[in-house]
């Protein structure tokens, strides 16, 4: 898949009611919209698109199938989880692989038994991020011991990722995340190399009674003031409601039941439209009679790279791509229109993907 976010936070918050409305969901949607169990508490789920249902009813495709992204339900955190408490050590090992956090904070009053006493959103997201922290420094400061002598001794390498190390741990020190460090982007790839936990971008979500769905309360408020103070970001979701949409049978009911709330759509579509964004992630699509597709890339990705996602052999034999940017499809009535109004465009192996983009790639095999 490529493409991961994990789903966190203290027990008792409803991630794991999240998770399950998520499976739910997807499970219940037609086949065109999959949710694929990998292993426990790990699954896929469709990323909703709008256009992609546009492009195959142009183009007359049998299929529809949307992007995916790879959700992991994580174990609930304990303060102390960096040191083995509670499942600790299991935890951390998992958020690891990770490429962005869903930090879900309980943002509702109630008899739900919370670990630490009382709600409060901001002191539960501190208390993560701390653990989260010492356990960045420790590693940091294993790799640095590691990687010193060889700096020593001349090692090119060993210099450049000690180079990179120290303001980590620097950072670390003064209770700052690995995210608040600056480097540039060839020093950034070495940076995710490292799996560092507070260098993943994070997404709060707010998860909140029913009766505040629409508009939030203090609770939430408080944590989209802390996103902001981060430079985060936050959305707002009652993992009580979608789990109640999830059991509905069919859309109709759903949109009926929405439209009650007040609300357009659900928090899960919302929240895995954010998740995808979180990744710095854009889409791309193919089109034609067996099937509408919409592709996953990193935002920055060339032509080849594209073609890549589809297949690798597609890269390595990339020889161009004909290329129709999505409102050029749609205004001239697909592929044909598009070629005869002259909008269908030849791109080379120096083209970076553009969010939207309707390719047809030519290749050697």
């Not at 309980?106 to 989260?132: I, N």
């Not at 070495?190 to 971008?201: A, E, M, N």
């Not at 005869?340 to 390719?359: C, P, Q, S, T």
Request: with cysteine.
């Amino acid at each position: 898949m490529g493409f991961n976010c994990g789903i966190v936070g203290l027990p008792n918050v409803g991630k794991s009611t999240l998770f399950n409305a998520l499976t739910e969901t997807a499970a219940a949607e037609a086949a065109n919209y999959p949710f694929c169990t990998i292993e426990p508490n790990t699954g896929r789920v469709a990323v909703p698109d709008p256009r992609l249902d546009v492009i195959a009813d142009i183009a007359q495709s049998a299929k529809v199938l949307p992007t995916q992204l790879e959700v992991v339900d994580i174990a609930g955190l304990v303060r102390g989880a960096s040191k083995g408490e509670g499942l600790g050590n299991q935890f951390l090992a998992n958020i690891r692989e990770t490429d962005a956090i869903l930090h879900v904070l309980r943002c509702f009053d109630g008899e739900v038994t919370h670990v630490d006493g009382s709600v409060d959103p901001v002191r539960d997201a501190e208390t993560v991020t701390t653990e989260l922290m010492i356990a960045d420094l420790d590693a940091v400061e294993k790799r640095m011991a590691k990687e010193s002598k060889r700096a020593q001794s001349g090692d090119k390498e060993a210099r450049q990722l000690m180079a990179i190390l120290e303001p980590l741990a620097a950072a670390l020190t003064e209770g700052k995340t690995a995210r608040t460090v600056e480097f540039s982007p060839e020093e950034m790839k070495i940076v995710r190399q490292l799996q560092l936990l507070t260098s993943k971008p994070v997404l709060y979500v707010c998860n909140v009674g029913e009766e505040d769905a629409a508009e939030g309360n203090h609770h939430s408020a408080a944590v989209f003031e802390l996103a902001e103070r981060e430079g985060a970001s936050a959305i707002l979701i009652s993992a009580a409601i979608e789990a109640e949409i999830a059991a509905l049978p069919t859309d109709e009911d759903k949109r009926e039941f929405l439209e009650t709330l007040g609300l357009q759509e659900t928090g899960l579509a919302r929240l895995i439209r954010r998740g995808y964004g979180l990744l710095d992630l854009l889409t791309f699509f193919t089109a034609g009679l067996k099937e509408a597709r919409a592709w996953t890339v990193r935002t920055g990705a060339t032509a080849p790279q594209a073609a890549g996602a589809i297949h690798t052999d597609f890269e390595r034999g990339f020889i161009r791509a004909e290329t129709i940017a999505y409102d050029d499809f749609i205004a001239c009535g697909g592929e044909a229109g598009a070629k005869d109004a002259g909008k269908l465009r030849v791109e080379g192996k120096d083209y970076v993907a553009k969010d939207g983009d309707i390719f047809h790639f030519r290749f050697n095999v």
